[in-house]
T-cell receptor, first 115, second 110 residues
Framework: DAGVIQSPRHEVTEMGQEVTLRCKPI?????LFWYRQTMMRGLELLIYFNNNVPIDDSGMPEDRFSAKMPNASFSTLKIQPSEPRDSAVYFC?????????????FGEGSRLTVL | RKEVEQDPGPFNVPEGATVAFNCTYS??????FFWYRQDCRKEPKLLMS???SGNEDGRFTAQLNRASQYISLLIRDSKLSDSATYLC???????????FGAGTRLFVKA
C-alpha cells in the first residue's frame, strides 16, 4: 500500500521565488498535518486539516506561508516569497481516525534549501 | 516555554545498557501521549503509545505521570539498532493538535 507521498523530495531555490510543496495522504485518512523540521527548532506543527477543513493554522510562521487541501487526496504548502530562513525539511503526515489517536503516518519529507 | 520539552542529549551508551528519557509538557489539558522514533534523515515513526498505567513493548517501557506532567521512556538491553532520535508527542484534548518535542538523540556503541 502506498504511504504518504510528498513532492518534490528536494528543492533548491533562490530567495524571493515561490515554492510549492505537495502531499498525497494515505487513502481514507481524515486528518492531514504539515510540519517543518530544523536542527534549531525541531518538528514544528504548521497547520492541520480534518476532512479537508483547516482546523488550526496558528503554527504558520507568517503570511508568506499558505496551505490548501482542495480534496481528500491532495494538499499543498506554498511559500511566497521564500527566504533563506525557510530552509528546512517539510513533512506531511496523515492520520486515519477523526480525532487522532496519535499515530501519524509521515511522508519522506521535502528538503527545501533557499539560497 | 515550549509546550513539550525534552533533554536533547546526546546519550552515548554501550550495548546492553539501560537508558531512560524524560519529557515534560506544559498543558494540563493534554490528552494522549506517544513516543516516536526518527532515524537520521528519515521520517518519524510511531514507537509506542503511553498509557496512564504504564506499558511495555519488549525492551521498551513507557510511563506517564499526569500530576507532574511528564512522560518517560526506558530502553533496556540497548542494541546498536536503537541509535536514533526519540520524540515525545502530546495530543491536546479535542484530538487534533499533535505537538512533538525536539527529540533526544541516542547513540548505542559496541
Amino acid at each position: 500500500d502506498a504511504g504518504v507521498i510528498q513532492s518534490p523530495r528536494h528543492e533548491v531555490t533562490e530567495m524571493g521565488q515561490e515554492v510549492t510543496l505537495r502531499c498525497k495522504p494515505i487513502s481514507g485518512h481524515n486528518s492531514l498535518f504539515w510540519y517543518r523540521q530544523t536542527m534549531m527548532r525541531g518538528l514544528e506543527l504548521l497547520i492541520y486539516f480534518n476532512n479537508n477543513v483547516p482546523i488550526d493554522d496558528s503554527g504558520m510562521p507568517e503570511d508568506r506561508f499558505s496551505a490548501k487541501m482542495p480534496n481528500a487526496s491532495f494538499s499543498t504548502l506554498k511559500i511566497q516569497p521564500s527566504e533563506p530562513r525557510d530552509s528546512a525539511v517539510y513533512f506531511c503526515a496523515s492520520s486515519p481516525i477523526q480525532g487522532n489517536t496519535g499515530e501519524l503516518f509521515f511522508g519522506e519529507g521535502s528538503r527545501l534549501t533557499v539560497l | 516555554r515550549k509546550e513539550v520539552e525534552q533533554d536533547p542529549g546526546p546519550f552515548n551508551v554501550p550495548e546492553g545498557a539501560t537508558v531512560a528519557f524524560n519529557c515534560t509538557y506544559s498543558n494540563s489539558a493534554s490528552q494522549s501521549f506517544f513516543w516516536y522514533r526518527q532515524d537520521c534523515r528519515k521520517e518519524p515513526k510511531l514507537l509506542m503509545s503511553v498509557y496512564s498505567s504504564g506499558n511495555e513493548d519488549g525492551r521498551f517501557t513507557a510511563q506517564l505521570n499526569r500530576a507532574s506532567q511528564y512522560i518517560s521512556l526506558l530502553i533496556r538491553d540497548s542494541k546498536l539498532s536503537d541509535s536514533a532520535t526519540y520524540l515525545c508527542v502530546v495530543i491536546y484534548t479535542g484530538g487534533f493538535k499533535t505537538i512533538f518535542g525536539a527529540g533526544t538523540r541516542l547513540f548505542v556503541k559496541a
